[in-house]
Each structure stands twice: as structure tokens, then as C-alpha cells.
């Protein structure tokens, strides 16, 4: 029970000295704010220079074989294309399909039908 207690003394002398001392808190804000920008600066430059080193050495590869990727870019581009405009056209035709139905059997109309109902009473009800 005492080193509870005294835990607990130590802690509230702990928050008192921390609002005494807000530059000091704040100096260390600002070290860790600059530590940690820092740090992403000096990454995001070694980024950069990798990302222009492997130009540097991809671009003669890329001269020698671009008759052949970029043939094979278009066509692997106008492939996906195709497949995602068919799946696309798909779910466009089962879900009309589905609406139809629905329609059709009444069990989506009586939801359109009560739906502009309700809007039309709060219409009345507004004026």
C-alpha cells in the first residue's frame, strides 16, 4: 500500500514539475520534430539518388528492348481493359436483370411506391 501511495506522490510531483517547465517541454518537442524530420529528409534523398541510379541504368535497357515491351505494354494494356469493361458490362446486366425481376414480381415496386409516399407526406408535412 505505501509504494502505491508513494508511486502515486511520485507521479503528481511528476505532473507538476511538467507544467512547470513548458519550454523544456517544448525544446524536446522540438528535437524529436527535428530528429524525426531529419531522419525522413536524409531517406527521402537516398530514395532519389537510387531512383535515379537505377534510371541511369535501366534507360539502355529499356532503348534496346522497347520494340518489343512496347508492343506487349499496349497489348497486355488493351487485355485488361477488355476484361475489366466485360466484368464491368457483366455486373451492369445482372444487376438490370435483377432490378427487372424484382420489378416485375412487385416485390420491388411496393419499396419504390412506399418510398415516394413517405417522401411526399414529408413534403405535405413541411408546407
Do not use: C
Not at 514539475?17 to 536524409?42: D, F, I, N, W, Y
Not at 518489343?68 to 477488355?82: C, D, F, N, R
Not at 445482372?94 to 419504390?112: D, M, N, P, V
Amino acid at each position: 500500500m505505501a509504494d502505491q501511495t508513494r508511486t502515486h506522490h511520485e507521479m503528481i510531483s511528476r505532473d507538476s514539475t511538467q507544467e512547470s517547465h513548458p519550454k523544456a517541454r517544448q525544446m524536446v518537442k522540438a528535437a524529436t520534430a527535428v530528429t524525426a524530420g531529419g531522419s525522413l529528409l536524409v531517406l527521402s534523398g537516398l530514395t532519389l539518388a537510387g531512383t535515379v541510379i537505377a534510371l541511369t541504368v535501366a534507360t539502355p535497357l529499356l532503348v534496346i528492348f522497347s520494340p518489343v515491351l512496347v508492343p506487349a505494354v499496349i497489348t497486355v494494356t488493351l487485355i485488361i481493359t477488355g476484361f475489366l469493361a466485360s466484368g464491368g458490362f457483366g455486373i451492369a446486366a445482372i444487376t438490370a436483370f435483377s432490378w427487372l425481376y424484382r420489378h416485375l414480381t412487385g416485390s420491388g415496386s411496393e419499396k419504390i411506391e412506399n418510398a415516394r409516399m413517405k417522401v411526399g407526406s414529408r413534403v405535405q408535412d413541411t408546407k
